[in-house]
């Protein structure tokens, strides 16, 4: 095991009653708030309701801020902190998913600064300050809500990049799993992948030689994910089923699981976040679908007892080689509709070679290994994915 520090300062109100309590800890950061959302689901599963029904109640003032996009862009994201600052807010109120969410830091570190805020997504600053945050959490996929990330896309060069700070760490977050009751079928099957995805990067990519704990923690997250999915899919309104996914998301990327790992790297994501950066129509969960088992093919023998391990926990089926616990899992996504191919997400072999030399930015960025990542090798895994 590696040395750590770990310190998750969220505090996490749970459950169907969990929104009697968001009054109280929202006066607690101010009179006056920007309410972050997205295209109006919240108005249809209840969230919007029972926020500014709080917020009234405790006399607090709030200004809407719609229109975040499944890939939150760095435009929309310039305009929610024209807004914050105009409007001299006190705090931010993030009700929707992960890109609402990402989007809401990314506006509380830039209102704090006077320099656009992609200097803190091009690693040239570090954000210092920011506002208090509050989630609503609708869509379970990023864990947003209980990290210190945000990614934003850049829709002038392509370049989808991440930031992250203690800063940016949520205040309060609020998980109701009735919200999630109205989402659509392919919603609930791409918060699924995106949250295996972050499983899936620490547990193959780790640098400890010996952590017992943090991967039968991760086995068992990805047991939850995996049954509760399907669980899902065959009774969209069972709470139980809702609720044990909905913080499984959460805690699959919340710290926990990386403790103790060592160095990690997220080289599925610095892909799948040039497809969606030069595609923003792919959604982020369907990319990951698509690129993690290219990219268990591509290392698979470098990561051979992993890629068995966690084939067996996954689908409680011993196999003996690699290739079959890629087939297993490539056949597990299509079968809950995830796309596994390039052209089902309307991408095709000639788009290669620019998406690679877009992740290979993002794979510098991120200070991977671009020794190993190379453009060539990256369109080695993306050729795997055709």
């Known amino acids: 095991m590696k040395d750590f520090v770990f310190c998750n300062p969220v505090k996490i109100y749970f459950g169907k009653k969990c929104m009697q309590h968001f009054g109280n800890e929202a006066k607690k950061h101010g009179g006056k708030a920007l309410l972050v959302y997205g295209k109006g689901s919240i108005k249809k599963n209840g969230a919007y309701e029972k926020i500014v029904s709080a917020l009234k109640k405790e006399g607090i003032e709030f200004v809407e801020f719609p229109g975040v996009r499944p890939n939150p862009v760095l435009s929309h994201v310039r305009k929610g902190i024209e807004i914050a600052k105009k409007e001299k807010v006190d705090f931010v109120i993030a009700a929707g998913g992960g890109s609402v969410i990402d989007e809401s830091k990314a506006i509380c570190a830039g209102a704090k600064v006077d320099f656009d805020v992609w200097e803190f997504y091009e690693g040239s600053k570090f954000p210092k300050e920011a506002l208090p945050l509050i989630t609503v959490l609708t869509l379970p996929a990023t864990a947003s809500e209980m990290n210190m990330g945000s990614v934003i896309t850049n829709e002038e060069n392509g370049l989808k990049l991440s ?20 989402l659509p079928k392919e919603q609930v099957v791409y918060g699924t992948v995106d949250a295996i995805s972050h499983i899936v990067e620490p547990y193959f990519n780790h640098t400890a030689e010996y952590n017992t704990l943090s991967l039968n923690i991760a086995d068992g997250i990805l047991k939850t994910l995996k049954t509760e999915c399907e669980n899902i899919l065959k009774e969209p309104e069972n709470y139980n089923y809702r609720a044990n996914h909905m913080w499984a998301v959460t805690v699959a990327f919340n710290g926990l699981v990386r403790a103790g790992l060592g160095r990690n790297e ?99 960025n991120w200070a991977l290994n671009k020794d190993f990542y190379t453009v060539e090798n990256i369109e080695k895994i993306l050729e795997f994915a055709l």
Do not use: C
């Open 163 to 182: 930031m992250g700070g203690e800063v940016l760490y949520p205040k309060a977050s609020f998980l109701n799993p009735e919200f999630t009751f109205t």
């Open 266 to 364: 997220f080289p599925n994501h610095a892909i799948e976040h040039a497809i969606s950066g030069l595609f923003p129509d792919v959604a982020h969960g369907a990319g990951l679908a698509v690129v993690m088992p290219a990219w268990m093919r591509f290392v698979k023998e470098e990561k051979r007892d992993l890629l068995i391990r966690f084939s067996d926990n996954l689908f409680e089926k011993s196999v003996a080689y690699p290739d079959e616990a890629i087939t297993l899992f490539k056949s597990w996504l299509s079968s809950i509709g995830a796309p596994v191919s390039l052209k089902e997400i309307g991408i095709e072999k000639e788009n290669i070679p620019q998406i690679a030399l877009k992740a290979y930015e993002i794979i510098k």
